[in-house]
């Protein structure tokens, strides 16, 4: 009978992470339903981003008030899931504070995580006034309805009820707050419970401790279904992120080749394609997520909603319905919507959907400056610039699809050279104007 | 104002089998548009002052393809391309430099791949490098003391990282640079790029040049300057709209720099 305790830690703590893994796995293969892309340059600049922008949150302090509240839960988070370590050891060997034996160093991190569970805490309160009662504006666009918008909140209710159930454990621990090694906000909140019986307070400690490490459990379960994913995504996401300069749009490869061969007299354009020669894609541009590249998946997967892209959209802020966090949101949505395909039917079967119209309408995408306003601004280097070119690619070479007024600008450059329609040969007139 | 520009082609520098120092990729807004010709000249009049060896293509010259590009019309963006590359390398041309910051960055990071390598210069940087040399000599005159704003073109700045070169400039001028609220890595874009220019605006409660001029207004200059042909248009239809042209003005620092220098 006495093992049970530690039995059932076990088997929580097997199904919890069991879950999460095959989540993960999901996510993982659903990225792998996108284009293969070469990302093995520039090694050097991308893992000086991984510790400037992921670990060094070098982006959230452009905007300083909500980048100061998240380095602290950012640091918070991590730090204090060391005692998760010692929580697990002690769940399923039976042990209480395996750690304490290290004495005043043991009082010096339970200390830190102490202190840091009160940030935290204070700085999610913060976070939901700022949401809920402030309303800054990025968290109420037309976006941000509905699930999105719980999901902003649920995470904070989480990280609230995580740390006063972390505090709370430790100050109802009677031999921990005796100990009065590391208890420095905890035995403030021991204050409040005086006069407890020990048998209640022992009752009190063992619920917290469980529904802590539960809590933990659930958490990490929910990232899957949530923005909340960042906080594992954001790594290789700013990885494989842009380092070219920003203005630098990619070539089509397959477009090149055909070009050259349009151009060059010497090439008999009905000849069979050499040995070997990279045949031309099926399609040119991306009109579902599969024709996206799988970095441009894992960026729809990292996305935090955080709305500091459409923030600084020059479209958006001028009521235009663009808005590049949606073009990530509905790239999610629309992915997982595949994934869940996939899962029913083992493979995946037309369902007569697709990310362009379905999701992400042809106004929104003709609505964008390519200012990349977007791209500098998002804190985990997301580039929802290129999913919205390559759909208007899709658009204008598999459709004919372009606004009349654009098709008349590209049949002037096809034409004279110039968007204008102006002579070539009058090109150099200025000269002679007064 | 009287003196004749000079603008040697590059067909005349071949004839006689020399290489001028640096190519001017004028551009289709810097070759057609009026308001855009006028920031031509005004460049083309301190490269004649600091008597620098260019040339221009004329009429071998073709939209570099940035607005098709951006539109999604890969092809014809690639045929422009190649065909200009064709044109440059033809000529052996190593260093360009353009006004107009789509030109510029096209021309410098998307040719490359496509066959075109050169050093490629904004005009503000070619100037500040001039300045540098001590081959122009730029002082305030009748700027000194103004206050006036930057705008910064999205191709110049966040596209290639070059928010320096144009404020060096203006500070030559003695200028008091007010910045906007929005500026550098997060300045608005007046509203033109990928291929906005050619088109009208999609719904939506206010157009992008006019909330972006208010913006420029609010620092209450009497100069909005830009490097940009595509922000000069957008950002004097703002200043029209709001009934602000007697007291601001729109200019390229190209333009201010030769009229300090009253050319
Ligand atoms: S690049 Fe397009 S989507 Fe991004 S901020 Fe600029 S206009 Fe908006
Ligand atoms: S794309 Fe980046 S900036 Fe935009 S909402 Fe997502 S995380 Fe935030």
């Known amino acids: ?434 | 104002m009287t003196e004749q520009i000079k603008v040697p082609t590059m067909a005349e520098y071949a004839a006689q089998g020399k290489q001028p120092e640096v190519l001017f990729f004028v551009g289709c807004a810097g070759s057609f548009d009026d308001r855009a010709k006028k920031i031509t000249k005004a460049f083309v009049k301190l490269l004649n002052k600091a008597n620098i060896d260019f040339a221009v293509l004329g009429t071998e010259e073709g939209c570099n393809g940035d607005p098709a590009k951006r539109a999604g019309n890969e092809f014809l963006f690639q045929m422009q391309a190649m065909t200009n590359i064709e044109v440059l390398n033809g000529y052996g041309i190593k260093r360009i430099v353009t006004t107009c910051p789509h030109c510029f960055n096209t021309l410098k990071n998307e040719y490359p791949e496509l066959g075109g390598n050169y050093e490629v210069m904004h005009h503000t940087q070619f100037l500040k490098s001039l300045l540098k040399e001590g081959r122009l000599k730029v002082e305030g005159g009748k700027f000194k003391g103004k206050k006036i704003t930057f705008h910064d073109p999205c191709y110049l700045g966040r596209a290639n990282n070059e928010y320096e070169a144009p404020r060096e400039l203006l500070e030559k001028l003695e200028m008091e640079l007010v910045e906007m609220k929005r500026n550098k890595k997060r300045g608005m874009c007046c509203g033109a790029g990928g291929a906005q220019m050619f088109k009208e605006p999609e719904a939506g409660d206010q157009d992008v040049n006019v909330l972006r001029t208010e913006q420029a207004l609010e620092t209450s200059s009497e100069i909005i300057a830009t490097g940009c042909p595509f922000c000069m248009v957008m950002m004097t239809d703002g200043v029209k709209a709001k009934n602000a042209e007697d007291n601001v003005q729109v200019m390229d620092v190209a333009e201010m720099i030769a009229s300090a220098e009253d050319l």
């Open chain 1, 1 to 434: 009978m006495q093992y049970i305790p530690n039995i059932l830690f076990i088997i929580a703590l097997v199904a919890g992470i069991g879950y999460f893994t095959l989540n993960i796995r999901k996510v993982i293969r659903n990225i792998k339903l996108g284009q293969k892309v070469d990302a093995s340059d520039h090694t050097s600049e991308r893992w000086a981003n991984v510790f400037r922008i992921a670990l060094g949150q070098s982006k959230m302090t452009v905007r300083p008030i909500s980048g100061f509240l998240h380095i602290i839960v950012y640091v918070g988070f991590i730090i204090i899931n060391i005692e998760v370590l010692e929580i697990i050891i002690d769940g399923i060997f039976g042990t209480h504070r395996i750690f304490s034996s290290l004495g005043s160093f043991y009082g010096f991190l339970i200390g830190s995580f102490e202190i840091l569970a009160l940030l935290v805490l204070v700085s999610v309160i913060v976070f939901w006034i700022r949401r809920n009662i402030i309303k800054i504006r990025r968290f109420w666009k037309s976006e941000m309805k509905g699930w999105p918008k719980s999901d902003g909140n649920i995470i904070l209710y989480f990280e609230m009820v995580l740390m006063i159930l972390f505090l709370v454990m430790n100050a109802t621990d009677v031999s921990f707050q005796e100990m009065n090694n590391g208890n420095v906000v905890s035995k403030y909140v021991a204050s409040m419970f005086s006069g407890t019986p020990e048998g209640t307070l022992h009752i009190i400690e063992r619920a917290a401790w469980w529904l802590h490490i539960l809590g933990i459990l659930a958490f990490l379960n929910y990232l899957y279904f949530s923005k909340h994913l960042h906080i594992m995504l954001a790594f290789p996401n700013v990885y494989f992120g842009k380092v070219v300069p920003k203005g630098k749009f990619k070539n089509l490869e397959s477009v090149t080749n055909e070009v050259k061969m349009m151009m060059d007299p010497n090439i008999d354009p009905f000849a069979a394609p050499a040995e070997g020669a990279t045949e031309a894609p099926s399609k040119f541009g991306a009109s579902d997520v599969m024709d996206l590249s799988r970095i441009q998946l894992l960026n729809a997967y990292t996305c935090t909603e955080c709305g500091r892209c459409t923030d600084e959209c020059p479209a958006n802020n001028t009521g235009k319905k663009l808005s590049p966090r949606k073009i990530m949101m509905d790239t999610r949505d629309r992915l997982e919507e595949v994934g869940k395909n996939i899962d029913k039917n083992g493979e995946f079967k037309d369902d007569g959907k697709q990310l362009l119209d379905d999701y992400i309408t042809r106004e929104e995408l003709w609505a964008c400056t390519t200012c990349n306003a977007c791209v500098e601004a998002c804190p985990v280097s997301i580039d929802p610039l290129s999913i919205i070119m390559e759909m208007r690619q899709y658009l204008v070479m598999e459709q004919s699809a372009a606004p009349a007024e654009l098709n008349v600008a590209m049949t002037n450059i096809e034409n004279n050279g110039a968007p204008w329609p102006y002579n070539q040969m009058d090109r150099l007139n200025w000269k002679d104007e007064k």
